[in-house]
């Protein structure tokens, strides 16, 4: 049960408060909202493979020797940019690259960052475990 509330207080910390931070920041448009949802649902997944997988690959040792895709909490990298935005007053209106418009919705593609981290981490690459 150790296991699970672990990855229960990661999807939080390291899923949905950065999402949270980004939605906070002007990523509220429709396409937007469903990156961001993206992210979060990627993270839930990666925490979920780990706890199924964790036992085989350890092989038996009890030790994982590499992360399949990359770990949840890599997401802190997302947190300093937004961070950094906010600071240089890059946010609402003024966020890096603008804003498009797709049928009436409208999307920031820096919330492509997000779209990438997720799907980094439901990946299959091999990140060795330092």
Same mark, same amino acid.
């Given at each position: 049960?150790?296991?699970? @509330? ?29 990156? @961001? ?9 990666? @925490? ?45 209106? +003024? ?9 009436? +919705?409208?999307? +920031? ?16 690459? +091999?990140?060795?475990? @330092?």
């Amino acid at each position: 049960m150790g296991r699970e @509330l672990d990855s229960l207080a990661d999807v939080i910390s390291f899923g949905v408060a950065p999402a949270m931070i980004g939605y906070g920041l002007g990523m509220q448009g429709l396409y937007d909202r469903i990156v @961001l949802v993206f992210f979060v649902a990627c993270g839930v997944s990666r @925490l979920a493979r780990y706890n199924i997988t964790a036992d085989a690959l350890s092989a038996g040792s009890g030790k994982v020797k590499y992360f399949e895709g990359t770990p949840i909490p890599t997401s802190f990298v997302l947190v300093c940019v937004l961070c950094f935005a906010a600071v240089i007053g890059a946010i609402g209106e +003024h966020l890096w690259f603008g804003k498009l418009s797709f049928s009436g +919705h409208s999307f +920031h593609p820096l919330t492509l960052l997000f779209g990438l981290s997720g799907s980094l981490m439901i990946s299959r690459i +091999h990140i060795p475990k @330092l």
